[in-house]
């Protein structure tokens, strides 16, 4: 059989090494990188006073004043790995960037050539510190996820050995929080407690993503290992008039060579995993570099990888010219049917191509597409995404789900509500589901109308086991001309949705 084992090469904290290096900041102070208000990344230093991942910003900066804080920003963390990418690809060839501070290479070739896949850890760990002055852990095991848990912890696990190293270590070690949150009320904390459930039983319940995050808990790669062979026409180049030499310049390259490659793909409904970028400078200098993702590549998944790695390629002074040609080659391509477009298909490249123009010019939030999520009321039900990311749903939809709101309101909102009785009195909830009093007029964006009927209230009750549950109640009134949807929360009525 085919040695399918992978050595992984993490440098721990990678968005803290980056920022710093970027600001020139010293490594002997607390530092925590922050996407929003949530903190992704921490400093050895910053652990020590108590800052941990997920932290609100507030909290972290009043439990510790010292904390100098930085906006994550990707392309910054792709641009200063470059380096230590090109430092481990000196020892073993053919490595993949699986995001910036880690990447991938088959065990293979190192572990042959320096005889013991230990040799071959200390070897890269010291090469690349002497040459980036960076610190780096390798892991190694039968899987990419096995590889990249193993590394964390600097350890090599024997082959055929992945599934049991990966046993004790808890569910949160998932890349899905929605996921291991259901697993926790489940009673399954650890890895090893999630492999043991049949997989027909993890796909019939929670579905796709939850099949392949099972596979990882056991030790396997995140999709099987019969993947197409990519044809060679799937390949996109262009050669520009002008050498590209400025980041901007080169991000605009990358988003049209990127659209182009998603076309390609999407017309045989195809998506890519593995991106291979190459690019030929005027001096014919030959650059190039393998991206790996976890999940199939949106247009704006490849267009983000190009651009970080151009940014990369650019800013490094050994570069004597501007790039001249850039190809984009989908190394590894699997079935695309999460990523087509469901409205008109790829036959109207038309209206493609006008989506993507519109949302070059109004951002990536600038075009939306409905998901049908799994829910109970109908702004669960129904999830807004970027145009051309994946439409995979956040909760599966055909999942048992008590008290589901059948019939969905045509319209949607959220507006303040007043129901009240013949005397002009507010009707309310008790705690044993029934109105304080006969409805008579609803009052709703300045129009009061009278009620004709109505039906409910209906319970609404959800994580009623966290400290923070969800209790309302809803119901539905039909006045002379329209049909409403209310829901009663926090002692306050509001407008939820008006059916047709």
């Not at 100098?68 to 200063?80: G, K, L, M, N, V």
């Not at 990966?166 to 926790?184: F, I, N, Q, S």
């Not at 904390?189 to 990882?216: C, I």
């Not at 659209?259 to 190459?278: D, K």
Request: glycine share 8%; hydrophobic share 40%; with cysteine.
């Amino acid at each position: 059989m085919k040695d399918t084992r992978l050595l992984a090469v993490w440098c721990p904290d990678w968005p803290v090494i980056a920022a710093c290096a970027a600001t020139g900041t010293a490594p002997h102070v607390p530092v925590a990188v922050v996407d929003g208000n949530e903190i992704v990344s921490t400093s050895a230093v910053a652990r020590k006073e108590g800052i941990r991942r997920a932290m609100r910003r507030r909290a972290a900066e009043a439990m510790c004043p010292e904390l100098i804080t930085f906006e994550h920003d990707p392309q910054r963390d792709a641009r200063f790995f470059e380096p230590v990418a090109e430092a481990v690809e000196e020892l073993a060839p053919g490595i993949e960037v699986v995001q910036p501070g880690l990447v991938a290479v088959p065990a293979q070739g190192p572990v042959g050539y320096f005889g013991t896949a230990e040799q071959a850890a200390e070897r890269i760990v010291d090469h690349v510190a002497s040459r980036t002055g960076t610190e780096a852990q390798v892991g190694v095991a039968d899987s990419l996820f096995g590889a990249t848990k193993a590394a964390h912890r600097n350890v090599i696990v024997p082959p055929e050995r992945t599934a049991e190293f990966l046993g004790p270590l808890g569910v949160h070690e998932l890349d899905a929080p929605e996921l291991v949150d259901l697993l926790r009320r489940l009673g399954l904390k650890t890895l090893g407690a999630f492999a043991e459930v049949p997989e027909n039983a993890v796909a019939s319940r929670f579905g796709g993503p939850a099949t392949r995050q099972h596979r990882l808990a056991r030790g396997l790669p995140e999709r099987p290992l019969d993947k197409r062979r990519p044809a060679p026409e799937l390949a996109v180049t262009e050669t520009f008039d002008e050498p590209v030499e400025r980041i901007d310049a080169a991000a605009f390259a990358a988003k049209i060579l990127s659209e182009r490659l998603h076309e390609n793909l999407a017309a045989r409904s195809l998506a890519c995993t593995r991106l291979g970028i190459h690019a030929r400078t005027e001096n014919d200098e030959e650059l190039g570099r393998v991206w790996r993702a976890a999940e199939p590549l949106t247009p704006r998944g490849i267009a983000d990888r190009v651009r970080w790695q151009l940014d990369g390629w650019l800013t490094r002074e050994r570069l004597t010219s501007g790039i001249r040609t850039l190809t984009l080659e989908p190394v590894e391509v699997v079935n695309g049917t999460a990523l087509q477009l469901g409205l008109w298909g790829h036959d109207d490249e038309r209206a493609v191509r006008a989506l993507l123009h519109v949302q070059g010019l109004l951002g990536p939030d600038g075009v939306l597409t409905g998901v049908i999520d799994g829910g109970r009321g109908p702004k669960e039900q129904v999830r807004l995404v970027p145009w051309g990311d994946e439409r995979t749903p956040a909760a599966h939809p055909d999942h048992p789900w008590p008290g589901r709101l059948t019939r969905a309101p045509a319209t949607l909102a959220d507006d303040p509500a007043e129901l009240k009785d013949s005397e002009g009195v507010e009707v309310g909830v008790t705690g044993r589901l029934e109105l304080t009093a006969r409805p008579k007029n609803l009052t709703v964006r300045g129009r009061t109308r009278e009620i004709t009927a109505w039906a409910g209230p209906w319970p609404v009750d959800e994580r009623w086991w966290a400290p923070d549950p969800h209790r309302a109640a809803r119901m539905q009134v039909q006045t002379n001309d329209q049909a409403f949807l209310l829901i009663r929360r926090d002692q306050r009525w509001f407008l939820e949705g008006v059916y047709d």
